[in-house]
């Protein structure tokens, strides 16, 4: 007969160890609080797939490269910045995640921006899409470092299996030939198959000059702007904000 400390080691082994835990604590548990075993296995089971997923979303998280710790809840809600409650919690859904849309976040330098981006990719972690958070002069780098390498193909491919990819800093600096090319790769993969989140000091309408060609830009914003939330963030910066008060703390 199988004693209970070699199911321990076989639940360790099959690294079961949620499971092995709940049921130690189920047998140290007061004999006066009598569950079935219906129950029992319940608990057991519960406490082993709480544990994956957890590891399963750490492991989405940390995959997601964000930049700072983010949270939708920590989002300030107001109509003078331009981001409302009920926007937020639309987005909180992610169902613009399910539905393929876009998200994209203008505003000047310090807004919030960034914070709100990676507050949504954490936020689609957590509901178990994968996502990417990157600033798009650092992408263009890796994309062309791929292309020299002969591994575009490849690179381009991990992106296009993203569920979201949060693009910080788009049009942030003029872009070559290559570099917009580049980027219409990435937004022709994902168009009506995934979704995107663009952060940008620049309005939509600027978007065609500031990309300089106009079949290209034409391109992408017919992939990106058509089917997006637009969320313009306005006020002071919120950086700025910060550190003043940190001066008035400290003096």
Not at 60 to 76: G, N, P, W, Y
Not at 124 to 142: H, I, N, Q
Not at 151 to 174: C, E, H, R, Y
Request: with cysteine; proline share 3%; net charge positive.
């Amino acid at each position: 007969m199988t004693t209970i400390e070699e199911t321990f080691t076989k639940l360790t082994d099959l690294k079961l160890i949620a499971m092995a835990d709940a049921t130690r604590e189920l047998l140290a548990a007061s004999p006066t609080h009598q569950l079935t075993f219906e129950e029992k296995l319940g608990i057991v089971v519960d406490r082993e797939w709480a544990a994956r997923d957890n590891r399963r979303t750490a492991r989405r998280l940390k995959e997601a490269k964000l930049v700072t710790r983010a949270s939708i809840e920590d989002v300030r809600c107001d109509p003078q910045r331009g981001i409302e409650k009920p926007l937020v919690r639309q987005l909180a859904s992610c169902r613009w995640i399910r539905e393929k849309q876009n998200v994209i976040v203008v505003g000047k330098t310090g807004v919030g921006k960034s914070y709100l981006a990676a507050a949504l990719a954490d936020c689609a972690c957590r509901a178990g899409y994968r996502a990417l958070f990157v600033r798009v002069p650092r992408l263009l780098e890796e994309l062309a470092l791929a292309r020299i390498s002969g591994t575009s193909s490849s690179l381009l491919g991990k992106l296009a299996k993203l569920d979201l990819i949060v693009l910080d800093d788009f049009l942030l600096n003029p872009m070559t030939d290559e570099q917009r090319r580049d980027l219409l790769e990435v937004f022709e993969d994902r168009y009506d198959r995934s979704s995107t989140v663009i952060t940008t000091q620049l309005l939509t309408k600027t978007w065609h000059s500031a990309l300089g060609d106009p079949t290209i830009a034409d391109a992408i914003c017919d992939r990106v702007v058509h089917n997006a939330h637009l969320v313009s963030l306005s006020g002071p910066s919120l950086r700025a904000s910060k550190t003043i008060k940190d001066q008035s703390k400290n003096s």
